[in-house]
């Protein structure tokens, strides 16, 4: 979800459910050490809980990169040990670590020593076209044993040569079964998973096993699931949000970001185009929305043309 899951983004999806635990995109040792710790750690208050995701495979700088993430005040610290782009590849981290679970091991303790939050992994089932259950299952005892309990699993292998990083998240088969196989062998640890899931029934259904289920990019082309998820997996009350008080509220929060930051109101209205997705006139109220003629006039006047694409409420 690089580039994808900024700040912007989980402000939006806050405001569709209070409960859901929110990640950071993928955030390098590198940008933090070296680089702007304010714009890759700053984040409203309101998107509590919040984890704060981390690329690396130096424990030090693991370990550093950890502690600014407590100091800035995130609630979990996660290691993606997942992601098969070739540009983590060269970086030496993202899921090629997998082949070296005692180094992620020594990554881990070196954050859990070194924070007071909970440090968590992000994994895939295997690598390449290597398919032994025995592999995550090793993987994730080894990791285990350096203090980390909580593993969120890709139920997909990566495959490192010879698929793009969206072909890693469709061409290779979904083999849920393992995920529940880690379950069933390491009952104390909290397993979640994430690979494929686009409905509340299979949400529904993977909870039963499992205790923690991750959504990617349907949530972020389809977020109004989000605003039933309080009601259906944490039993509070029915929801009476509509889309155009979400709407309201990030116009406000794009006139907050412009007076605070400069932020472009456009920089933040591209998470939001999958509001109305689905309903009569949507299409043409993301014309609006990304019209690039629009960028020089006031979000709040975009907003009221975007409302005139749409069908009258009842």
Same mark, same amino acid.
């Given at each position: @979800?690089? /580039?994808?899951? =900024? ?5 939006? *999806? $806050?405001?569709?459910?209070?409960? +859901?635990?929110? !990640? ?86 070196? @954050?859990? /020593?070194?924070? =007071? ?5 992000? *994994? $895939?089932?295997?690598?390449?076209? +290597?398919?032994? !259950? ?181």
């Amino acid at each position: @979800m690089m /580039d994808w899951t =900024d700040r912007h983004c989980r402000y939006f *999806h $806050r405001l569709l459910t209070r409960r +859901t635990r929110l !990640y950071t995109e993928m955030v390098t040792t590198g940008a933090l050490l070296h680089g702007n710790v304010p714009r890759h750690l700053d984040f409203d208050a309101a998107e509590h809980p919040i984890a704060l995701q981390l690329g690396g495979s130096e424990p030090a700088d693991l370990a550093k990169a950890a502690r600014l993430g407590a100091q800035w005040g995130y609630d979990e610290i996660n290691l993606n040990c997942g992601c098969p782009s070739e540009r983590v590849q060269r970086g030496a981290f993202g899921a090629c670590l997998m082949v070296e679970p005692q180094l992620v091991a020594d990554c881990v303790k070196a @954050m859990v /020593d070194a924070v =007071d939050v909970p440090v968590t992994v992000k *994994h $895939r089932i295997g690598i390449d076209k +290597t398919e032994s !259950y025995a592999f995550v299952r090793d993987f994730v005892g080894t990791v285990a044993e350096a203090g980390c309990d909580v593993f969120m699993v890709h139920a997909r292998n990566a495959w490192l040569k010879g698929l793009s990083p969206k072909e890693n998240r469709e061409v290779p088969p979904l083999r849920y079964e393992l995920v529940h196989r880690l379950k069933a062998e390491f009952p104390d640890l909290v397993i979640g998973i994430n690979g494929g899931i686009v409905t509340d029934e299979v949400v529904q259904q993977q909870l039963e096993t499992l205790d923690g289920v991750m959504i990617g990019r349907e949530a972020y082309h389809h977020p109004w699931w989000l605003a039933r998820w309080d009601q259906l997996f944490y039993g509070e009350a029915a929801s009476e949000l509509r889309r155009e008080d979400v709407e309201e509220a990030m116009v406000a929060y794009m006139e907050r970001q412009q007076a605070l930051h400069g932020t472009p109101w456009h920089s933040v209205a591209r998470h939001m185009m999958g509001l109305y997705h689905g309903l009569p006139g949507a299409r043409r109220w993301r014309q609006v929305w990304s019209d690039h003629s629009l960028k020089g006039r006031p979000a709040r006047e975009v907003m009221l043309l975007a409302h005139e694409q749409l069908p009258p409420a009842d």
